[in-house]
C-alpha cells in the first residue's frame, strides 16, 4: 500500500511539474509580443542590416514602430519566429519583449518630459538610383549600402525620367552625377584617359538618341523632370556632386555655362548675371567656375576652401525634438552625435550659401561648412549629403571598393539609411 502511494504521488509531482512547464512556455508565447531591435552603440552589431530588417518586415505589410531617440532610433517589430530566425540570418542583434515591458517602454517615450516619439513606418517605399546603367554598384555609397542592407532598387537613367517613370518610385537617389554636361568637371585630370573618352562619348550617344543635341540640353531636361517628381510629393536624396549639380542646372535653365570642351561652342558671355537663384532647392548667391580646368563647379563647395586636417575632420549631428520635429529627428536617428567626415568632387557647403528655409542637419561649426541639408519642395522632400564614401576618406578615380562588412554600424552610412525608411513613415503634420 506504501510503495502504490508513493508511486501515485510520484506520478502526481511529474504530472503537475509537466503541467507548470507547459503554462510557463504558454505564457511567454502569450507575453513576449514584440521584438526590439535596439540601434544603440553597446547593444547592436549590424546596424546598417537593421534597416534591411526593417524593410524586409514592411515588405510584408506588417508596420513598424521607429523609437526615436530610444536607444539610438530602435526598431519595436510584432514578435514572429520567421522575424527572429531573419535576425539571426543576417546576424543582427535583438530583444524579445512581453507586452507589459513594451507598454513601458511605449508609455516612457510618450511622456512629455522625454524627447522621444514612436513613429508608426507603414509601408517599404519602392526605391529608385538614378545612375548610368554601365556603372559598378561600388561606384556610389547608397548602391552599396542598399546591397549590403539588402534593400532591393531599381537603377534608372535619362531615358526612364524623362518618360515619367519616376512617378512608379517614391525615393529617389541621385548618383554622383553631373547634371551641368561638364563631365564632372574631369577635363583637366582625366581628359586623355581611355575611360574620360568612352563616358564622354556615351553620354553624347543618350542625347543624340534622347533627341538633344547637347548633353547639356539632356541634363537640364532630366533635372526638371527630378524638380517635378518632387515638388509632386516624391522624396529626393543626392549626394557629392549630384547636390550642387542639380541646383547650378535648375538655376541655369536656359543659360549656356559649358566652354567649347564639353558642348562645342562658347560659353554664353556674363552667364553668372544670368543666374536664377530663385529655381535651386538648396543653395543661392553661388559663383560659378568658369575654368574647365579646375575641378570644381562652383563656390557652393567647401573642398578647396576647407583647413581640416583628416585626423580632426568630424561633423557634428543636431539634435532635434522627437515630437515636434520628428521629420529632421528621423534623418539625424544615430548611435552617436559625432560622425567622421569623407570627401568627395562636393564635399560639403558653404554655410553662407544655403537658403534660410533648409535644415542644416550636420556641420562642421569650425569650418563654416554643412555636411547634411534637407529641406521641402513643393509636396515633397530633398536631402543633399556631401562627401562620396562615409568610410572611404579621399575616395579617388580607380580605387577599390569599401567592404561595408568591415563597417557594419557606420554612422555615416546610417544617415543615408534614415533616408531610405523616411518616405515609410505614417504622414503627420509638423507643427513648426
Known amino acids: 500500500m506504501r510503495e502504490t502511494y508513493y508511486i501515485n504521488y510520484y506520478i502526481r509531482q511529474m504530472l503537475r511539474n509537466f503541467i507548470i512547464i507547459l503554462f510557463l512556455l504558454f505564457s511567454a508565447n502569450i507575453f513576449a509580443s514584440y521584438i526590439l531591435i535596439p540601434m544603440d552603440a553597446e547593444s547592436q552589431k549590424e546596424h546598417l542590416k537593421a534597416y534591411g ?8 505589410q506588417v508596420k513598424v514602430k521607429w523609437l526615436l531617440n530610444y536607444r539610438g532610433g530602435s526598431f519595436l517589430l510584432p514578435d ?3 522575424i527572429r530566425k531573419e535576425c539571426q540570418i543576417r546576424g543582427i542583434s535583438f530583444e524579445v519583449l512581453s507586452d507589459a515591458k513594451t507598454e513601458q517602454i511605449l508609455t ?8 522621444m516619439e514612436a513613429v508608426v513606418l507603414e509601408k517599404a517605399p519602392r526605391v529608385a538610383v538614378y545612375s548610368p546603367k554601365g556603372n559598378l554598384p561600388w561606384d556610389d555609397a547608397v548602391t552599396m549600402v542598399l546591397t549590403y542592407a539588402e534593400i532591393p532598387y531599381t537603377v534608372i537613367y535619362d531615358e526612364e525620367v524623362l518618360e ?3 512617378l512608379l518610385f517614391d525615393w529617389l537617389h541621385l548618383h554622383h552625377e553631373d547634371f551641368t554636361g561638364q563631365y564632372g568637371k574631369f577635363y583637366r585630370a582625366y581628359r586623355s584617359a581611355p575611360w574620360y573618352i568612352e563616358e564622354k562619348q556615351k553620354a553624347e550617344a543618350l542625347a543624340a538618341k534622347l533627341g538633344y543635341s547637347k548633353v547639356s540640353e539632356a ?4 533635372a526638371l523632370k527630378i524638380r517635378d517628381y518632387v515638388i509632386g510629393g516624391g522624396f529626393m536624396f543626392a549626394m557629392c556632386s549630384a547636390t550642387d549639380s542639380f541646383d547650378i542646372a535648375l538655376a541655369a535653365k536656359g543659360v549656356d555655362i559649358c566652354e567649347p570642351m564639353f558642348d562645342g561652342d562658347p560659353s554664353e558671355p556674363g552667364y553668372q548675371s544670368k543666374i536664377d537663384y530663385s529655381q535651386t532647392f538648396a543653395f543661392k548667391d553661388f559663383i560659378l567656375e568658369r575654368s574647365p580646368m579646375v575641378y570644381e563647379f562652383s563656390s557652393i563647395d567647401m573642398t578647396t576652401k576647407r583647413r581640416v586636417s583628416k585626423e580632426m575632420d568630424y561633423f557634428t549631428l543636431m539634435d532635434y525634438s522627437a515630437k515636434w520635429d520628428p521629420i529632421p529627428c528621423m534623418l539625424v536617428q544615430n548611435h552617436t552625435a559625432l560622425v567622421k567626415g569623407f570627401m568627395g568632387q562636393t564635399t560639403s557647403y558653404d554655410r553662407d550659401e544655403i537658403k534660410s528655409n533648409v535644415l542644416i542637419m550636420g556641420e562642421n561649426k569650425s569650418n563654416g561648412e554643412a555636411r547634411y541639408i534637407h529641406g521641402i519642395k513643393g509636396k515633397g522632400f530633398f536631402t543633399y549629403y556631401g562627401g562620396h564614401d562615409p568610410e572611404d576618406y579621399q575616395h579617388r578615380v580607380g580605387d577599390a571598393k569599401t567592404e561595408l562588412a568591415l563597417h557594419p554600424s557606420s554612422p555615416g ?10 518616405p515609410a513613415a505614417k504622414k503627420k503634420k509638423q507643427k513648426t
Do not use: A, G
Not at 413 to 422: A, D, K, Q
Open 413 to 422: 552610412y546610417r544617415l543615408i539609411l534614415n533616408n531610405v525608411l523616411f
Open 80 to 82: 514572429s519566429e520567421e
Open 53 to 60: 530588417l526593417t524593410y524586409w518586415t514592411l515588405e510584408k
Open 219 to 222: 541634363k537640364r531636361d532630366v
Open 164 to 166: 515619367d517613370q519616376l
Open 108 to 115: 516612457d517615450i510618450s511622456s512629455p518630459s522625454q524627447n
